[in-house]
């Protein structure tokens, strides 16, 4: 209550007043109308440096996740060090989980042994303060010519520009044999 209270007496009248007599002042004194821009910038007060970071971070998690759907939709554009971080972890939705470039790169090879071809659709892609959330849908044609569709989604913690960790959500029946 007491921070609510702080900051809208920060943003009280008072700033604004002393931004016209700045303003005020300057034309007084002959100033030039720079001069009074000036003025008027220097009343305000600084822009917070976290705001600032958020202003640059959504649109650097926006190139990342836009690499990541073109590497995923173009296999010859995925690469794993360019991707993720050297320690990176990744969780599939059956609950099995790899750490780091070898264990990637071990369950990239697995995921092409069992299918033949993939097509990747991005439903929609949603940016947090360090994550990429896709929706993806797929028709995944499985060794042996079966089709399936799958939808997932992939939830990515980016750090210093790179995945350190994903989760994939979706029903793993979906790629398991059929019964009988």
Request: hydrophobic content about 45%; glycine content about 8%; aromatic content about 4%.
């Amino acid at each position: 209550m007491a921070r609510r209270s702080a900051s809208r007496s920060a943003r009280g009248s008072k700033p604004k007043r002393a931004v016209r007599k700045a303003g005020a002042a300057a034309k007084k004194a002959g100033a030039a109308p720079r001069a009074a821009k000036a003025s008027r910038a220097a009343a305000s007060p600084p822009a917070r440096e976290p705001a600032a970071a958020a202003e640059r971070e959504p649109s650097s998690l926006a190139a990342l996740a836009r690499k990541l759907v073109e590497a995923t939709l173009d296999e010859t554009k995925f690469s794993i060090p360019d991707l993720y971080s050297a320690d990176a972890v990744s969780v599939e939705g059956n609950g099995n989980s790899v750490r780091g470039h070898a264990g990637l790169a071990q369950k990239l090879a697995m995921w092409n042994q069992m299918q033949e071809g993939t097509k990747w659709r991005a439903r929609s892609i949603a940016l947090g303060r360090n994550l990429i959330v896709i929706e993806w849908d797929a028709d995944v044609t499985l060794r042996g010519g079966r089709v399936v569709q799958l939808s997932e989604v992939a939830v990515h913690e980016i750090e210093k520009g790179k995945i350190v960790s994903e989760r994939f959500y979706y029903d793993p029946a979906a790629l398991a044999p059929p019964a009988g």
